[in-house]
């Protein structure tokens, strides 16, 4: 089965950035990242085709970006300007093989 091992999470004061790394133990195709705060639903946050087509949620639109290096089999979420709504649990996700797969999940935390 396909793994995903994420790296980065951590405290960040509000207006710093992180990014996020995203590492798949085989080849990937679609790849995204969703996150969920305490008491709220999961979310989409970003997402990057194959060939590199993204699509981010109006949330972190010009502040995040998602990329990836397919040699590496590593997909990355760079996030700046970040606000204490951005806390959350980031969960790395993946499809390959027509099976989905989802990372760990580290805590991002923006205090106020």
């Known amino acids: 089965q396909v793994q995903l091992v994420e790296f980065g999470g951590g405290l960040v004061q509000a207006g710093g950035s992180l990014r996020l790394s995203c590492v798949a133990s085989g080849s990937i195709g679609v790849m995204a990242w969703h996150r969920q705060a305490p008491g709220k639903q999961r979310e989409f946050v970003a997402l990057?085709?194959?060939?590199?087509?993204?699509n981010y949620a109006d949330s972190v639109k010009g502040r995040f970006t998602i990329s990836r290096d397919n040699a590496k089999n590593t997909v990355y979420l760079q996030m700046s300007s970040l606000k204490p709504e951005d806390t959350a649990v980031y969960y790395c996700s993946a499809v390959t093989q027509g099976i989905g797969y989802w990372g760990p999940g580290p805590q991002v935390t923006v205090p106020s």
């Open positions: 990057i085709s194959s060939g590199g087509v993204t």
